[in-house]
């Protein structure tokens, strides 16, 4: 039942119980009233000519059966109210725990919601730091004798190539002079169509079998021209360290 269905019967009650108030009062009174009348009272005499039914007045045990209804309905309309108040409290305590509910679950939207922005700071933080590290641990070569000579001994220790500073930069100065472009056209490689090329004059086809992965292919490359030339001299003679004339 409603609240309002509730209210409405508890106003239709109180007319009720109005209307039955008045008419326990009316027989109140008509009961009082016969009481004062002695037993031996005498009547008037009425006319003899009237002939009608006899008037039967209420006494108290119908005026106790309405009290009796009257309290009844006192005792119905309470607990109406009692039962309006129920569904009332029933209806706010279902709409504070709907509340609750949704603001814990928008609080835990928020945290998750937090959570996942830090991860994805962090993980960018690290990727930050770490290229800032690689960055700082990547050495910096000079474009010049100096920096290929030794770009060329980094990379000859990563593959396992022998050979020392002192040993390259002797046997370029001898081979080329520290020129990059140098090219041999007299000798007997020339004459046979492969004349030798770069810092370290290396031909084509050597340069070709010895080239070290990670370098230019271009002879002329500077370090590539001293990697494949330090990779065929460890091949022939142990390490470039041990030439020291044409090879």
């Given at each position: ?9 508890l106003r ?6 109005k ?20 037993a031996h009272?005498e009547?008037p ?5 009237a002939?009608?039914?006899?008037v039967?007045?209420a006494?108290?045990?119908q005026?106790k059966t309405i009290q009796a ?6 005792s119905t309309?309470e607990k109406?109210?009692k039962?309006a ?5 029933k ?9 609750v ?10 945290a ?5 922005a830090k991860?994805k700071?962090d993980?960018?933080?690290r990727?930050?730091?770490a ?8 050495p ?10 030794t ?8 593959h396992g190539?022998p050979g020392s500073?002192d ?8 081979e080329s ?5 140098a090219?041999?056209g007299?000798?007997?490689n ?5 004349p ?5 004059q290396v ?8 080239h ?14 001293i990697?494949?030339?330090?990779n065929y001299?460890a ?6 360290d ?6």
């Amino acid at each position: 039942m409603s609240t309002s269905s509730i209210y409405s019967r508890l106003r239709r009650l109180s007319k009720t119980q109005k209307l039955s108030a008045a008419g326990v009062s009316a027989v109140a009174c008509t009961a009082l009233s016969l009481s004062l009348v002695p037993a031996h009272a005498e009547t008037p005499a009425e006319p003899q000519a009237a002939s009608a039914a006899p008037v039967v007045i209420a006494g108290l045990p119908q005026a106790k059966t309405i009290q009796a209804s009257i309290i009844e309905q006192h005792s119905t309309a309470e607990k109406l109210v009692k039962a309006a108040d129920a569904v009332k409290a029933k209806h706010a305590a279902a709409a504070k725990a709907k509340a609750v509910a949704k603001a814990k679950a928008a609080a835990k939207a928020k945290a998750k919601a937090k959570a996942a922005a830090k991860a994805k700071a962090d993980v960018a933080k690290r990727s930050s730091q770490a290229a800032s590290r690689s960055a700082a641990r990547t050495p910096v070569y000079a474009d010049n004798l100096n920096g290929w000579i030794t770009e060329a001994l980094d990379i000859m220790k990563a593959h396992g190539i022998p050979g020392s500073y002192d040993g390259l930069h002797r046997n370029i100065m001898r081979e080329s002079t520290g020129n990059p472009n140098a090219v041999n056209g007299w000798d007997v490689n020339a004459q046979n169509g492969t004349p030798s090329c770069g810092l370290l004059q290396v031909i084509q086809p050597t340069f070709n079998a010895y080239h070290v992965s990670g370098t230019s292919t271009n002879i002329y490359d500077p370090v590539a021209n001293i990697t494949a030339a330090a990779n065929y001299a460890a091949d022939r003679y142990g390490s470039i360290d041990n030439v020291n004339s044409a090879y």
